[in-house]
């Protein structure tokens, strides 16, 4: 492989921070490239494709656990792809469940801006059932 591109250039390829990149380095994501001489590092095409991929991953909103595994099976590409289902599976069960309560929290702030009377303080929905955490539908819901 040809070694040679400066951190910045990486950063920049990958859209990956400097700071990360060396995090990535320091927790076992990214191996630790060779340096120059003069103590820089440098990375080749693949490393970028590497920090592509993670920070992709993380995007998406996968933990560094997950993107581990993920980058393990990458690494090895003549195994089963069971394990890489599994983990997008129940990532996409967390997503659908955080839409399923974004949307009754939005059905709950909708339910009080309808029910303000643009009247005074004393009689507004909106301050009321923030003041009374039992009338509100949305934690009513979740419990």
Do not use: W
């Not at 992709?56 to 690494?75: A, N, P, V, W, Y």
């Not at 195994?79 to 974004?102: F, H, N, W």
């Not at 004393?122 to 934690?139: F, N, P, Q, T």
């Amino acid at each position: 492989m040809n070694h040679g591109i400066a951190i910045g250039k990486v950063s920049q390829a990958s859209g990956v921070k400097v700071t990360t990149v060396r995090f990535y380095e320091q927790i076992g994501l990214l191996a630790a490239p060779p340096r120059t001489d003069g103590g820089r590092r440098t990375y080749d095409r693949k490393d970028i494709e590497r920090l592509t991929f993670i920070r992709h991953s993380r995007e998406l909103g996968f933990e560094i656990d997950q993107i581990r595994t993920l980058l393990e099976l990458q690494d090895r590409p003549d195994q089963s792809c069971a394990d890489a289902d599994t983990i997008a599976k129940a990532r996409l069960v967390e997503v659908k469940a955080k839409i399923a309560s974004l949307t009754a929290l939005q059905a709950e702030l909708e339910r009080m801006v309808d029910g303000c009377s643009h009247g005074r303080v004393e009689s507004c929905r909106v301050i009321e059932i923030l003041a009374d955490h039992g009338k509100c539908k949305h934690h009513l819901h979740d419990a």
